[in-house]
């Protein structure tokens, strides 16, 4: 049996395990799908960055969303989706314009530095234009690596959780489908994108619905400091990997 682009079948079970794992740590911190996922598909096939984890992502988003929409104040959140649509096309021109190795080293750097900011607990004050900031970031860094939450994770630091997960996801609901519809504009979202996602979705909502479960007996800041230091040494690696 062939894959689409030429992915063996131990990458499809290795894929397939880490988004199940990914997606579970998402569902219970409401962040880290595409931390843990990026930095590692897209050393197996860059080709799968951003398609595949955006394509991903978005149920997951919208799913979040959708069931506290009400907590999300529109006024703040409008600039940051003012952002993502400017810095969707900034990020969309890197994609195309930057070879694979420099691809995988912006990828390495945005989680290392995810990773740093929320070791040392980094806060931007919340403003129009900081919001817009943040929104534009979150847009180049959503198309070039589909990590779009850091940037607006960092506004939203000190917000209650209850404020923090809905926002989050509406921004990025609605950003993902802004990368999604620039990427099948350009002609790089191809039909072998959502075929590997009817192959991997099912890991992914599997994980996520076993997500309390499964880490139980662990503590939620247990999982985040966990996901934090993966961060910054797997974007270490990855970028060190790709200069040598």
Known sequence: MSFPFELTLFEVIFIASLL???????????????VIASPIIIQIEPNLVPQLLSLLGLPLAIRVFYREKEEVDLSKVKPLIIGRLVGGPIGLFLLLNLSEKYLSIA??????????GSFFGWVINRNIFNSFLAGTFSGVFGMVAAIGGPPVALLYRNTRSQEFRPSLNSVFSIGIVITLSLLLLSGNLLWDHFLLFTIFIPFVLIG?????????????????????????????????????
């Open 20 to 34: 199940f794992i990914s997606s579970a740590v998402q569902g219970v911190l409401g962040f880290g799908f595409a």
């Open 107 to 116: 990828v390495g750097f945005i989680v290392f530095i995810a990773g740093v």
């Open 208 to 244: 996520i619905r076993v997500s309390s479960s499964l880490f139980s007996k662990i503590s939620d800041q247990l999982i985040s400091q966990a996901v934090i230091y993966f961060s910054v040494l797997s974007g270490l690696y990855v970028i060190l990997r790709n200069i040598n």
